[in-house]
């Protein structure tokens, strides 16, 4: 069956970095496009970033850009997100998504941002 295993979440300054990870079984990962989003609390789900298959092209979400990115190693099924000058409004549960024709989530992982 299709599993993620998130890991790298956790508490950190405001500036800070943190780096997710997103370890997928259960499909062929290097088939499959991949996104992680997140979800603040009282907020909707939003798109973060998004990989292509190859990883040879990415895009994000006008308020990470420059900050986070977004990388993949097929070879090993994982999906890293580096997020790098952390703010508050970074705070959200975050979650790896697999599409192609069909789609796969994660269960989420907390990232918090506080003094």
């Known amino acids: 069956q299709v599993q993620f295993v998130e890991s790298g979440g956790g508490s950190v300054q405001p500036g800070g970095s943190l780096r997710l990870s997103c370890a997928a079984s259960?499909?062929?990962?290097?088939?499959?496009?991949m996104m992680w989003y997140r979800q603040a609390p009282g907020k909707e789900r939003e798109l973060v970033a998004g990989?292509?298959?190859?990883?040879?092209?990415?895009n994000y979400a006008d308020s990470v850009r420059d900050r986070f990115t977004i990388s993949r190693d097929n070879a090993k099924n994982t999906l890293y997100l580096q997020m790098n000058s952390l703010k508050p409004e970074d705070t959200a549960v975050y979650y790896c998504?697999?599409?192609?024709?069909?789609?796969?989530w994660g269960r989420g992982i907390q990232v918090t941002v506080s003094s």
């Open positions: 998504n697999a599409r192609r024709f069909v789609e796969y």
């Open positions: 259960g499909f062929t990962f290097s088939n499959y496009v």
């Open positions: 990989i292509s298959v190859s990883g040879s092209s990415t």
